[in-house]
């Protein structure tokens, strides 16, 4: 065995540790959670109505594992639709941001409102506007994504090393040029982040709709809704924590994906360059 | 032409700077045709400042480059060397003086900073690669900016044999093409940057601390590549560099800059007899120039 292919198989241990330690260590982290709350469930022997032990809210959600089912699908959808808008308006906004300070000046506390402005304030408007049903959950989920894309992806655009903009300047790179050719692609680690954030928003966004301006069809939103007013807790639980998974499935794979398309390419990642196998000189 | 050049380059001296204010030469009004050699770079009572009057980064600085002169500008940190390096290269303008440039091939100097006709390359300290781009795009991409640039299309398919020769010349391989920066050790990478100077066939290099982050022995090596690419392209090449010994090394001629009072201490001229870079780096004359450097630098 070369020397070189030595180093590479040290690389490739190391990374190949990293990752699953990247995925033991919060499984034992929720294995201790879950352990202490059943040891606390029996220890003081708490009423279920109260709180449910990880073991019953198990076997509630394998007993509405349909209901689950078909809930968490349409809430995924609903937020994958409110998420691809927020993309495509927040990559927009973002760009426009960029090639004007005055414009940013001008529109940026108005993207800030965007967090800061209470769904329950907005939901009347877009009941008014769209009614109640799948579209208004989705906009809701797109209202409350869009500004992690928005200033992540602003970020990415105006955050360009100095001396790259010196190389395209030297060449005299058109504004168009520059965007294209140096500022979009270095942007993208930054939205893909802002993508991953904005992933978690779209689930509660969605959920949060299915509250406000949704029609009552199943979803995670009013299953917490029904199963909250009829009180029983460990199928109230089961939702909880259906929706926690999915979210974290969501985040999960936009972070795979992105990397490994940043990666393959782009020859970058999301933390920074990709430090390849180099060649000496 | 070039001997005769080479003849000018190879006498020994030391000039303060009001002599070489004396020196100038005035470049001929625009539009004007020369028949003479002229500077490529003639800068007159060039001042730099960033918003205040009072603290000058550039102060006063009167400054002619002949061509395919090799000069090197040395001097402490903070004393305005890369600032003058972004002026000629015209990422900086001036807050008063003037520079002119001259191209040479429409033999009509240009007044001002924008100096379009003449084709320049800049090595900056740090790579500056794009790393989503292979070698062969990064080495392209200048071929694809400005007004008159081919599309990607059409500079991929321009001069791809010209272009791996420019990664041989500077000593890459045809293999390392297809590969990323991230996959290139960091003087390959260096060694893409300077290659990628020379696509535009440009006239004059400019160079700003380039070899500053590599060890000393690729440093040698990028040093002798450097002025064999100088020699053989007849550029115009204008480096900033802390290191003394690659002043002396690679010059034709050095200039120092002073932070206080600021402006050019002294303009050197480097003896260049016709030796092998190992010879030459052990030349009695190295040694000699590098205690005058030290002197003008290190006044007692």
Request: charged share 15%; net charge positive.
């Amino acid at each position: 065995m070369s020397e070189r292919t030595g180093q590479f198989s040290a690389v490739n241990r190391t990374s190949v540790v990293r990752s699953v330690s990247d995925v033991l260590v919060p499984l034992l982290v929720l294995a201790l959670v879950l352990g202490v709350w059943q040891g606390a469930v029996w220890w003081w022997r708490i009423s279920p109505v109260l709180l449910p032990g990880p073991g019953a809210v198990l076997s509630a959600s394998w007993k509405i594992r349909a209901v689950l089912l078909e809930s968490a699908v349409r809430t995924a959808l609903a937020a994958m639709t409110g998420l691809s808008i927020s993309i495509v308006l927040g990559t927009l906004t973002a760009f426009a941001f960029s090639q004007s300070a005055l414009v940013r000046r001008a529109f940026y506390p108005y993207a800030v409102l965007l967090q800061t402005v209470p769904i329950i304030a907005i939901a009347p408007i877009v009941i008014v506007s769209l009614g109640r049903g799948f579209v208004s959950v989705a906009v809701v989920s797109a209202i409350l994504s869009l500004f992690p894309i928005i200033t992540s992806t602003t970020t990415g655009l105006l955050q360009v090393d100095t001396t790259l903009l010196d190389l395209f300047r030297l060449y005299r790179a058109s504004r168009w040029q520059t965007l294209l050719r140096l500022r979009v692609p270095a942007a993208l680690p930054y939205l893909i982040s802002g993508i991953r954030i904005a992933s978690g928003s779209s689930i509660v966004g969605a959920i949060v709709g299915e509250f406000f301006v949704g029609d009552g069809t199943p979803g995670l939103g009013s299953l917490i809704q029904r199963k909250s007013a009829t009180l029983v807790l460990s199928e109230l639980y089961a939702t909880v924590g259906v929706a926690t998974v999915l979210g974290t499935v969501v985040f999960g794979l936009i972070t795979v994906l992105g990397e490994t398309v940043l990666r393959r390419r782009f020859g970058m990642s999301l933390g920074g360059r990709v430090s390849g196998p180099q060649s000496g000189d | 032409m070039a001997a005769a050049c080479q003849e000018v380059a190879t006498g020994c001296m030391v000039t303060k700077m009001q002599r070489l204010n004396s020196q100038y030469r005035v470049l001929p009004p625009e539009g004007v045709l020369m028949t003479e050699n002229p500077a490529i770079y003639a800068l007159r009572e060039a001042v730099v400042h960033f918003g205040d009057p009072q603290r000058p980064v550039l102060q006063r600085i009167s400054l002619e480059i002949p061509r395919g002169q090799f000069l090197t500008v040395v001097g402490p940190s903070g004393c305005g060397k890369s600032t003058l390096l972004r002026v000629l290269a015209g990422l900086q303008s001036l807050s008063g003086g003037q520079l002119e440039r001259s191209s040479g091939e429409s033999a009509m100097p240009t007044r001002g900073a924008s100096g379009a006709e003449l084709r320049a390359g800049f090595v900056f300290q740090q790579p500056a690669l794009l790393p989503w781009r292979t070698a062969m795009q990064n080495l392209r991409l200048p071929l694809e900016l400005g007004s008159g640039a081919a599309g990607e299309g059409q500079a991929a398919e321009a001069g791809e044999e010209r272009l791996l020769g420019l990664l041989e010349q500077v000593g890459l391989s045809r293999a390392d093409a297809g590969k990323r920066p991230g996959q290139l050790s960091g003087g390959m990478q260096m060694r893409l940057s300077l290659a990628r100077a020379l696509v535009r066939d440009p006239q004059v290099l400019l160079l700003d601390e380039p070899f500053a982050v590599v060890d000393d022995f690729l440093r040698m090596k990028l040093q002798d590549s450097l002025r064999a690419l100088h020699d053989a392209r007849g550029l115009t090449t204008i480096l900033v560099t802390h290191n003394l010994q690659e002043a002396a090394y690679l010059s034709d001629r050095v200039v120092v800059l002073q932070p206080s009072p600021r402006g050019l201490s002294a303009d050197l001229s480097v003896r260049r007899s016709r030796l092998s870079p190992a010879e030459r780096r052990r030349a009695p004359e190295q040694f000699e120039f590098l205690q005058q450097l030290s002197a003008a630098l290190f006044p007692s």
